[in-house]
């Protein structure tokens, strides 16, 4: 009980501000408030709904808080003013809920709360979990009360709305983040969210249950918790660029209407078409405000980049002979003035082809823009140094990162939006490094956690509505806590993952094969790469996968359990439980020891992928040094045989992250400043985030590619923990061919910032500058010094 209450008291206070003014009884007592929903309707089924409830007020309250939850979404307002969205993305069983305090928009007098609450219903995201329509306000004590969701609240169900599905055999990939919209605007209740609004013909809503906080009650459809992280950002972010247009008629384009300066009217029973570039790849809520133009309609399509007519990209800023293909969106005007469209869900795009299709009536486009979103990270980290390209790496892979972030991190946010456990532990590690905001990596661990099967693997992308175990990724989530204990001091969460922890740990030492003291086959997919050797098998519908992953006797995947396993240890071993730390050590060690001997190829100075010695790859050889399988003496010519024997199935962007570890790991961390080449060639074809892989490539925005805005703090300038919860620091720089460096980690307890250059051909001299209470060592060419809090000179020969 006092862990769980320990737990419960950790929870409150990592929550954003607002969550913590939550009060106890809603924090862990059944709610007043019932989940509502509108009259006579298939509540799992695509529709959007308005909800609104009228009250009076003797007085404007100095607080006035209430929380809130959907299913699938909603936005809110008050008196017409925008207050917030969710739910953040969870699961039935965790199902989030915010809290506002909207003292600020009351009046003394009559208010007016509103919510649009939508299903997308079988079109629904991937990402989307969901039980069915409804939607639930709890006031936080008993003046809030009188907002409680009940039947006096009032529902429309808004007919403007059709899904335009996204057809994946179409674009020919894999695609799940929902359908398009289609909306008529002769249809939509214009005004609906403000006090001056008539209701009168709305009915009132129906109730289903009251609310229940998660560990309470029994049989409810969904159980509440709080949310953990803050509200998404909403910024005005206007389009850069007119690329090219054509019309039916006579029309002169310029671009002060994408300005604010201006309008574009496109003429009467005309069809003109227009390609706007962001100039650069962009998460966003496209909105554009139009007046006449009655029985109108206009498409949208986005895209990350054009196409042409053999389907390639080419250099993502050129236009000639290349077309659209993507998302869509239409909007149906009804001749009013100023009429909106913004879709529910964002857009992720560089590209936006607008055609509008006119009929007897001119259509003004007043404004057209978009509103960006995503995580609210700020950048409080940078990097410097005497190579100004590598600015430009920092600046798009931010920008990858940034657009792979939202309420929950994103593989790729133009396709899946889905959060996968190997993605994530690059993500989050980019997270602390640049913005230090921990709270997204910590609701994606509980994400996996809460994941979990009864086979004792957690699912390999989580929230997701579509089961996907990926066993690898398990141990992924392993390595992920890991790096969490070691950057931040939170010891309540930290020990409420290891239950799970010990049953991954579990289901792979089940299929060890005892004769070889390796991995035997294994179930699922045991996806590590999308390394051109390991190509998609059309009868398992699996690709990525090595030799002996399924079948057995996979060196890579035993590496990898073996790596884990050392992490594990360490974690257990600070929490007091020795003997466990002992016994994964130990078979580590023996799993570490058979493989490599069973695998190690004397002629090619190499591991095999399997004990036949018929593949080789980066990987395994990679993993063999990070799982200590390697003789120390050894580590060096591995590793040069991994950076120069071509005839290995290499690394893709994905799994160069761990290439960077075991450089750090063997000691050749100064060799990672030149293995940058595929960073510059993603920027030398116009590309403005970091491709899933090279060319040909689906995503061109991919976070795992971004691993360089980590790499450049902690490999770099060399800037690592170097005790559980950072409460220690090894700055251990890796300049490689640079001459100086500079660079800035946020830390719990402040900022770590270095500044160095290079003195001779083998010393190197800077400032370090510390947090107070931090102490730690630095190191250079096998010599180390203490550091201590403040600013102090380094000088190393």
Not at 632 to 640: L, T
Not at 760 to 788: D, H, Q, Y
Request: proline residues 5%.
């Amino acid at each position: 009980m006092k862990v769980l209450q320990a737990l419960f008291i950790s929870l409150i206070l990592s929550l954003p501000l607002s969550a913590q003014q939550a009060s106890q009884k809603v924090l862990t007592q059944r709610w007043q408030a019932d989940w509502i929903a509108p009259q006579n309707v298939n509540l799992k089924d695509f529709g959007v709904f308005h909800f609104r409830k009228s009250f009076d007020l003797a007085q404007k309250p100095a607080q006035f808080i209430i929380n809130v939850s959907g299913d699938n979404r909603y936005r809110l307002f008050v008196n017409g003013h925008f207050i917030g969205t969710g739910p953040a993305r969870s699961d039935l069983m965790h199902w989030n809920f915010e809290t506002f305090d909207i003292a600020q928009y009351l009046n003394q007098g009559k208010n007016t709360i509103a919510a649009v609450v939508w299903n997308f219903g079988e079109y629904m995201p991937a990402a989307q979990m969901s039980n069915k329509t409804g939607f639930i306000m709890q006031g936080n004590t008993e003046l809030e009360s009188l907002v409680n969701t009940n039947q006096t609240w009032k529902v429309f169900q808004n007919q403007a709305y059709k899904p335009l599905p996204v057809d994946g055999r179409k674009l020919r990939t894999y695609i799940v983040v929902g359908a398009g919209e289609e909306v008529e605007a002769s249809k939509f209740p214009t005004d609906w969210e403000k006090p001056a609004f008539d209701d009168s013909q709305w009915t009132n809503a129906r109730t289903l249950e009251h609310g229940y906080i998660s560990g309470t009650g029994t049989g409810a459809e969904w159980y509440l918790v709080p949310r953990t992280i803050p509200q998404m950002e909403e910024i005005h972010q206007n389009i850069n660029s007119i690329r090219r247009h054509e019309s039916s008629k006579t029309l002169t384009i310029n671009d002060n209407w994408l300005k604010g300066k201006g309008t574009l009217t496109i003429p009467a029973n005309s069809k003109t078409t227009i390609l706007l570039d962001q100039t650069f790849e962009t998460v966003a809520y496209p909105e554009i405000i139009v007046s006449g133009g009655k029985d109108a309609k206009i498409s949208f399509i986005y895209a990350e980049a054009l196409i042409d007519d053999k389907w390639v990209k080419g250099n993502r800023n050129e236009i000639e002979g290349k077309h659209i293909i993507g998302i869509q969106d239409i909007f149906r005007p009804d001749g009013q003035a100023k009429r909106g469209f913004r879709p529910l869900w964002f857009r992720t795009y560089r590209y936006i082809e607008i055609t509008i299709e006119t009929k007897e009536e001119a259509l003004t486009i007043n404004d057209f823009y978009g509103i960006k979103t995503g995580y609210p990270f700020e950048e409080k980290g940078n990097f410097s140094s005497n190579d100004p390209s590598l600015q430009n790496i920092w600046k798009v892979g931010w920008q990858t990162a940034r657009l792979c972030a939202g309420e929950s991190y994103f593989d790729c946010p133009y396709y899946e939006q889905l959060q996968y456990t190997g993605d994530t532990r690059i993500q989050a590690l980019i997270s602390l490094y640049v913005s230090g905001d921990d709270r997204l990596m910590r609701k994606a661990l509980t994400d996996y956690d809460n994941s979990m099967t009864s086979e004792g693997l957690t699912q390999s992308r989580y929230p997701c509505n579509t089961p996907q175990i990926i066993p690898t990724f398990s141990l992924f989530w392993v390595s992920m806590t890991y790096d969490y204990w070691m950057h931040r001091k939170d010891d309540t969460f930290v020990k409420s993952l290891l239950p799970n922890i010990e049953k991954v740990l579990g289901w792979y030492e089940r299929k060890i094969d005892p004769q070889k003291n390796m991995l035997g086959a294994m179930r699922w997919w045991s996806f590590v790469d999308w390394a051109k050797p390991w190509k998609w098998n059309p009868i398992s519908d699996i690709g990525g996968v090595p030799d002996g992953a399924t079948d057995g006797n996979s060196s890579i995947i035993t590496f990898q359990y073996a790596y884990t396993l050392r992490q594990a240890a360490a974690i257990f071993e600070t929490y007091g439980d020795k003997d466990k730390a002992i016994y994964y050590r130990t078979l580590a060690d023996l799993l570490s020891k058979s493989t490599y001997e069973q695998c190690w190829d004397e002629s090619k100075n190499e591991v095999a992928d399997t004990p036949d010695k018929k593949a080789f790859s980066q990987h395994v050889n990679i993993f063999a040094i990070l799982a200590n399988a390697v003789p120390r003496a050894n580590e060096k010519a591995i590793m040069d045989k991994i950076l120069s024997d071509q005839s290995l199935t290499q690394a893709t962007f994905y799994f160069r992250f761990y290439l960077t570890q075991a450089l750090k790991k063997s000691g050749n961390a100064s060799l990672y400043y030149s293995t940058l080449s595929p960073w510059r060639d993603m920027l030398n074809i116009g590309l403005s985030t970091f491709a899933e892989q090279a060319d040909p490539t689906r995503s061109d925005c991919h976070a795992w590619s971004a691993s360089p805005n980590y790499d450049f703090l902690s490999t770099i300038c060399g800037i690592m923990p170097d005790a559980p919860g950072f409460e220690e620091v090894r700055i251990q720089p890796a300049l490689g061919d640079l001459e100086n460096v500079s660079g800035k980690v946020p830390h719990p307890s402040g900022e770590i910032t270095v500044k160095l250059k290079r003195k001779g051909k083998t010393g190197i001299v800077g400032e370090v500058n510390l947090p107070p209470n931090l102490s730690g060592r630095f190191v250079w060419n096998g010599k180390s010094i203490a550091l201590k809090g403040g600013l102090q000179n380094v000088d190393v020969e």
